[in-house]
T-cell receptor, first 112, second 112 residues
Framework: GENVEQHPSTLSVQEGDSAVIKCTYS??????FPWYKQELGKRPQLIID?????GEKKDQRIAVTLNKTAKHFSLHITETQPEDSAVYFC???????????FGTGTRLKVLA | NAGVTQTPKFQVLKTGQSMTLQCAQD?????MSWYRQDPGMGLRLIHY???????DQGEVPNGYNVSRSTTEDFPLRLLSAAPSQTSVYFC???????????FGNGTRLTVT
């Protein structure tokens, strides 16, 4: 079936360093790839997304890259800050079917 | 604009009891869905709906029922609760352009 693999499951970085989280999807019909941030006890919130007709998108310290051939997309956070500490989820969706398949999450810890 | 509202926030059930988790959205979103979140397993789709009167199964539908009588409401019913249904449940919705998903604040359910 359709699945999304996400790595690593945990990631610790020093404040100011960069963090990279990677996801691989199986359904070649996927055309929309959002990233969600979930703080402890809170709901997932969208931080950035990318559609399949774009290879890269950036929003301040956050960027997402997409390699459709390899079915691979990544989240890049630069100049990390303690408030970036959270669980991050990637997802893949075929917007024609409404279905979102989520990765298993990455717990990011930014050490001050 | 309240967004996606879930009630209750917390619930404890005994095995075999039934209950309904409520979800309402005021954004006129066509698409609504229910996810469960378990440690290390990300967000798994239980049921979803693409409009009033239309529902379909997700990855883990067993033990749950849904209905969509109005655009605004999408309740999730547990007919006979089991300890395996102990989880955090999130309702999410999206618009006709099918991106992005907006999540409610979640319901933490414990079945003893």
């Amino acid at each position: 079936g359709e699945n999304v693999e996400q790595h690593p499951s945990t990631l610790s970085v020093q404040e100011g360093d960069s963090a990279v989280i990677k996801c691989t999807y199986s359904d070649s019909a996927s055309n929309y790839f959002p990233w969600y941030k979930q703080e402890l006890g809170k709901r997932p919130q969208l931080i950035i997304d990318i559609r399949s007709n774009v290879g890269e998108k950036k929003d301040q310290r956050i960027a997402v890259t997409l390699n459709k051939t390899a079915k691979h997309f990544s989240l890049h956070i630069t100049e990390t800050q303690p408030e970036d500490s959270a669980v991050y989820f990637c997802a893949a969706s075929n917007l024609g079917t409404y279905k979102y398949i989520f990765g298993t999450g990455t717990r990011l810890k930014v050490l001050a | 604009n309240a967004g996606v509202t879930q009630t209750p926030k917390f619930q404890v059930l005994k095995t075999g009891q039934s209950m309904t988790l409520q979800c309402a959205q005021d954004m006129n979103h066509e698409y609504m869905s229910w996810y469960r979140q378990d440690p290390g397993m990300g967000l798994r789709l239980i049921h979803y709906s693409v409009g009033a009167g239309i529902t379909d199964q997700g990855e883990v539908p067993n033990g749950y029922n849904v209905s969509r009588s109005t655009t605004e409401d999408f309740p999730l019913r547990l007919l006979s609760a089991a300890p395996s249904q102990t989880s955090v449940y999130f309702c999410a919705s999206s618009s006709a352009n099918r991106s992005p998903l907006h999540f409610g604040n979640g319901t933490r359910l414990t079945v003893t």
